[in-house]
């Protein structure tokens, strides 16, 4: 069997496969698939599953790789996402690693191939298939769902600067799931903003993620009482993490909607 990746790279299923994942979601994903033992390298961001990853080791960040260290792994397979690293780093290390892996879920029922690809490439398709049965069950909890207000919602990712999301986004894509769209602001993916009359005049409320930036209550209430508008801290690993985290993420959204 072979199978295809996010860039159109076929892929033979290997059980025998050495990964590197540079891709926090995925390294949880690919654990729970029982694929802990072949993991030979993880970033420092792989925190899922805690007690399993410790016993993996780091090989720098996302994007801040030490490629050395990578080389002595001797992995066989990189898994690598679009967004999350950087396209000469990947490019550096397959000058040595044979197979690289690469991912881009972009809506919330893009987590089904990507389980299928991680399953079928490392042989543990039956594990795979249970997940996606899991994630089918959830999702459609979330379809039964009466529908909502729709909203339009600012989702803060940073301050200092200011930053949020794009409409083509996974975020974005996961909020369009309870009817809350998030405003145009360009065509960067991940645009900084000001502050302004009209900016807010356009929002029915904002959203302040715990990750990547640590937004508190403390930061959600200090500026719902400076913008005159609703303000909730979301947890962003239930908003952002593609992979096993997206299952909790569904039911989080379902949560959400009910605020």
Known sequence: ???????????????????????????????????????????????????????????????????????????????????????????LLAEFIPNIVVTHPLRPRDNLELARLMGGVFCREQAAADWCAAFEAEYALLRAMPPGRPQTMLYCIWQDPWMTISPDTYIARM????????????????????????????????LLSSEPYRFTEAHADALEKQIGKPVLLVDGEMMSWYGSRSLQGLKYLRELAQR
């Open 175 to 206: 909020l369009e799931e309870i009817g809350w769209r998030v405003p145009d602001l360009g065509e960067v993916r991940y645009p900084r903003f000001e502050w302004s009359s009209e900016l807010i005049a356009q929002v029915d409320g904002v």
């Open 1 to 91: 069997m072979e199978y295809t990746d996010a860039i159109g790279t076929t892929h033979r299923a290997d059980p025998n496969a050495r990964i590197v994942s540079l891709v926090p979601s995925i390294t949880e994903l690919l654990c729970d698939l029982g694929l802990a033992g072949q993991l030979v390298g993880r970033t420092g961001f792989c925190i899922h599953p805690a007690a399993v990853v410790q016993a993996i080791p780091k090989v720098g960040g996302t994007k801040d790789v030490n490629i050395d260290k990578i080389r002595k792994l001797a992995p066989t397979h990189l898994v690598v996402n679009i967004d999350e690293n950087e396209k000469p780093t990947v490019e």
